[in-house]
């Protein structure tokens, strides 16, 4: 007979305790690091600009100058550059990657559609100083020569499309973006797509729906919310990106009537200016930009993360 | 029955009455299958293109003394020499990244699915795609404030900034394998009498390995590519040297590409072409692995 033991041990070990307390402490103090790191940023980078604020307050936001000379900045072109890139970009990219979304997860032979997928995931691993670069030597002289006078030859009587063309401008910074923005919202909506329950599409080809009807009746119906997060990241990815937009915008301070000039952004302007300060005050002028933009990009990830939770909680936790 | 599917748009359930417009709904099906199709080979034939311009206007450059000296300041206005100091730096650079971001990252990841009561989870994955989506000029910003305008530029400067933006990729994909692990094998450590500690250190922290490895190639897959939080952390190298000091600014190959794609002559163009060929391959060749790697560990774990 071996000996049962009658009772539990009482407690557990001394050294066991020690090593979960210290698991969760380590761990802990790492998660809370996270948060920490948020503030830190935001503490630092409006530290920063303090002496910026100081001197030109919030008609920092409302001058479009850029004068290292007299020291005088201001921030309106660089926000009016950075809307007018992102919009477009946005306007081009969102139905194209829903498009592709749609495309593979709908209508793609299964054999091609893993490769697809692979090949649209590619473009986003593409660094943005070789899509920059590409957009210098490549799109830069395609859009002086062939995009830009085709354009004004149909819409060259709005004001829009008018003036002469260029290699770097807006319009060259917004193609830019709009190829890095693709693969982000395409992603994020094809996840949506392959979760819409397939009684639901049943139901409607069952009504005799075609395959658009099933794909505008239920399909884009059901995900609609979670399209607009994928879109709102897009969006967060194009008023963000830096180096690209440095490279083929033109890096001007002026508000540009023409989508053919030059024009820069919040990052683009920063990212621009790396070389080097003439003063103090530029270089809290830097800081001001980069808290501007780091406002956008907060409120503009908070609301897509928000949009993004809900739809999980409300489509996915349901079922 | 005439229950309409939950979630319909009572005006979408007007599309499925089958009229006259037979045909012009056919035709519209048609053309928004192509559009469909068309965007997707817009897409493929964008990288195509990117691809073959950078391995096309690069491959000229490509030679033995390319990749084994830096550049030389003798040219006048061309380019001499080849981008040693730039790999050297990019690889000091991941590497600094890398030691950085894949503890912390990894802690982040059993904290928020091992430890963490559900809401303080929440609050911290919202907080690591917080990062995710921080713009990395301003990430580069933030480390040159707090390093850089006391301390200057350096590698350290730059890898932690590379960090910052490898940090919550690494953890999310952490905390995704993590979840993956059965609860039985939690349960197994546990009715073992193991403390907690050690059911995750010596069960489930090893069963999750090899995805973790794979989240962290995708990490530097990313961050390997990125100039625009260098610019402020360490951008002010000397290049015709190469340097292993973690101290000093280091050139790096993202930057090498940002620099010579400015200058005026073809011969800087040609460089920044082969060195985005190097980039790329680089950075193409460790995604693909990393994304067929975390396949083959997601499908260990869900079996």
């Given at each position: 007979?071996?000996?049962?033991?009658?009772?539990?041990?009482?407690?557990?070990?001394?050294?066991?305790?020690?090593?979960?307390?210290?698991?969760?402490?380590?761990?802990?103090?790492?998660?809370?690091?996270?948060?920490?790191?948020?503030?830190?940023?935001?503490?630092?980078?409006?530290?920063?600009?303090?002496?910026?604020?100081?001197?030109?307050?919030?008609?920092?936001?409302?001058?479009?100058?850029?004068?290292?000379?007299?020291?005088?900045?201001?921030?309106?072109?660089?926000?009016?550059?950075?809307?007018?890139?992102?919009?477009?970009?946005?306007?081009?990219?969102?139905?194209?990657?829903?498009?592709?979304?749609?495309?593979?997860?709908?209508?793609?032979?299964?054999?091609?559609?893993?490769?697809?997928?692979?090949?649209?995931?590619?473009?986003?691993?593409?660094?943005?100083?070789?899509?920059?670069?590409?957009?210098?030597?490549?799109?830069?002289?395609?859009?002086?020569?062939?995009?830009?006078?085709?354009?004004?030859?149909?819409?060259?009587?709005?004001?829009?499309?008018?003036?002469?063309?260029?290699?770097?401008?807006?319009?060259?910074?917004?193609?830019?973006?709009?190829?890095?923005?693709?693969?982000?919202?395409?992603?994020?909506?094809?996840?949506?797509?392959?979760?819409?329950?397939?009684?639901?599409?049943?139901?409607?080809?069952?009504?005799?729906?075609?395959?658009?009807?099933?794909?505008?009746?239920?399909?884009?119906?059901?995900?609609?919310?979670?399209?607009?997060?994928?879109?709102?990241?897009?969006?967060?990815?194009?008023?963000?990106?830096?180096?690209?937009?440095?490279?083929?915008?033109?890096?001007?301070?002026?508000?540009?009537?023409?989508?053919?000039?030059?024009?820069?952004?919040?990052?683009?302007?920063?990212?621009?200016?790396?070389?080097?300060?003439?003063?103090?005050?530029?270089?809290?002028?830097?800081?001001?930009?980069?808290?501007?933009?780091?406002?956008?990009?907060?409120?503009?990830?908070?609301?897509?993360?928000?949009?993004?939770?809900?739809?999980?909680?409300?489509?996915?936790?349901?079922? | 029955?005439?229950?309409?599917?939950?979630?319909?748009?009572?005006?979408?359930?007007?599309?499925?009455?089958?009229?006259?417009?037979?045909?012009?709904?056919?035709?519209?099906?048609?053309?928004?299958?192509?559009?469909?199709?068309?965007?997707?080979?817009?897409?493929?034939?964008?990288?195509?293109?990117?691809?073959?311009?950078?391995?096309?206007?690069?491959?000229?450059?490509?030679?033995?003394?390319?990749?084994?000296?830096?550049?030389s300041l003798s040219g006048f206005g061309t380019a001499e020499g080849g981008i040693l100091s730039s790999i050297v730096g990019s690889i000091l650079l991941v590497v600094i990244a890398t030691i950085f971001a894949l503890p912390i990252g990894v802690l982040v990841a059993i904290f928020v699915s091992e430890v963490a009561p559900r809401k303080v989870a929440d609050v911290i994955r919202l907080a690591l795609d917080v990062i995710n989506g921080l713009p990395t000029i301003v990430t580069g910003i933030f480390i040159f404030s707090v390093l850089?305008?006391?301390?200057?530029?350096?590698?350290?400067?730059?890898?932690?900034?590379?960090?910052?933006?490898?940090?919550?990729?690494?953890?999310?994909?952490?905390?995704?394998?993590?979840?993956?692990?059965?609860?039985?094998?939690?349960?197994?450590?546990?009715?073992?009498?193991?403390?907690?500690?050690?059911?995750?250190?010596?069960?489930?922290?090893?069963?999750?390995?090899?995805?973790?490895?794979?989240?962290?190639?995708?990490?530097?897959?990313?961050?390997?590519?990125?100039?625009?939080?260098?610019?402020?952390?360490?951008?002010?190298?000397?290049?015709?040297?190469?340097?292993?000091?973690?101290?000093?600014?280091?050139?790096?190959?993202?930057?090498?590409?940002?620099?010579?794609?400015?200058?005026?002559?073809?011969?800087?163009?040609?460089?920044?072409?082969?060195?985005?060929?190097?980039?790329?391959?680089?950075?193409?060749?460790?995604?693909?692995?990393?994304?067929?790697?975390?396949?083959?560990?997601?499908?260990?774990?869900?079996?």
């Open positions: 007979m071996t000996a049962v033991p009658t009772e539990f041990p009482a407690g557990r070990r001394f050294g066991d305790r020690i090593g979960d307390n210290a698991l969760y402490a380590i761990t802990a103090a790492a998660g809370a690091g996270v948060v920490v790191l948020i503030g830190a940023v935001a503490w630092k980078v409006f530290d920063g600009s303090s002496l910026a604020f100081s001197d030109f307050g919030l008609g920092f936001l409302v001058h479009s100058v850029w004068d290292p000379v007299h020291n005088e900045f201001g921030a309106l072109s660089f926000i009016y550059g950075t809307a007018v890139t992102s919009f477009i970009a946005l306007l081009l990219a969102a139905p194209i990657a829903i498009g592709i979304a749609l495309y593979l997860t709908e209508l793609a032979p299964r054999a091609i559609r893993e490769t697809v997928g692979a090949l649209v995931e590619m473009l986003a691993a593409i660094p943005s100083v070789i899509l920059g670069l590409w957009g210098i030597l490549v799109l830069g002289p395609f859009m002086l020569n062939h995009l830009e006078p085709w354009l004004q030859s149909f819409l060259g009587w709005i004001p829009l499309f008018s003036g002469d063309p260029s290699q770097k401008g807006i319009l060259s910074a917004s193609i830019v973006l709009t190829i890095m923005a693709v693969p982000i919202i395409a992603s994020v909506a094809r996840e949506l797509f392959v979760r819409v329950p397939a009684e639901l599409k049943d139901g409607a080809r069952a009504l005799g729906a075609t395959r658009w009807e099933v794909v505008r009746g239920v399909v884009l119906q059901y995900t609609r919310a979670g399209l607009g997060a994928a879109v709102i990241l897009g969006l967060g990815r194009a008023l963000g990106e830096a180096i690209a937009v440095t490279q083929v915008i033109g890096g001007t301070v002026n508000i540009p009537s023409s989508l053919f000039e030059s024009g820069d952004t919040l990052a683009s302007r920063i990212a621009a200016q790396y070389q080097g300060s003439a003063s103090n005050l530029q270089t809290s002028s830097l800081f001001y930009l980069a808290a501007i933009l780091l406002v956008f990009s907060l409120i503009i990830n908070l609301i897509a993360q928000l949009i993004v939770r809900r739809f999980e909680h409300t489509h996915i936790g349901a079922s | 029955m005439s229950t309409t599917p939950p979630n319909i748009d009572p005006r979408a359930a007007a599309l499925f009455q089958t009229d006259g417009r037979l045909r012009r709904r056919r035709i519209v099906n048609r053309l928004m299958e192509a559009l469909g199709t068309i965007a997707s080979l817009a897409a493929v034939a964008v990288l195509v293109i990117v691809v073959a311009s950078v391995v096309k206007n690069g491959w000229g450059a490509f030679s033995v003394e390319f990749f084994t000296t830096s550049p850089v305008l006391a301390q200057g530029q350096s590698a350290i400067a730059g890898g932690l900034a590379l960090a910052i933006i490898g940090l919550p990729l690494i953890a999310r994909s952490a905390q995704e394998v993590l979840r993956l692990v059965p609860t039985s094998y939690r349960e197994a450590g546990l009715a073992l009498g193991a403390p907690r500690w050690r059911t995750i250190l010596g069960v489930i922290l090893p069963t999750s390995l090899g995805g973790i490895l794979t989240g962290t190639t995708l990490a530097i897959a990313r961050v390997a590519g990125e100039t625009a939080p260098l610019l402020f952390t360490t951008s002010l190298a000397v290049t015709t040297s190469v340097t292993w000091d973690p101290t000093q600014p280091v050139q790096s190959m993202p930057l090498t590409i940002f620099q010579y794609a400015e200058q005026p002559d073809p011969s800087f163009h040609e460089q920044a072409w082969a060195t985005g060929a190097v980039l790329l391959a680089f950075v193409l060749v460790v995604s693909l692995i990393s994304k067929f790697l975390l396949a083959r560990s997601r499908r260990k774990l869900t079996q």
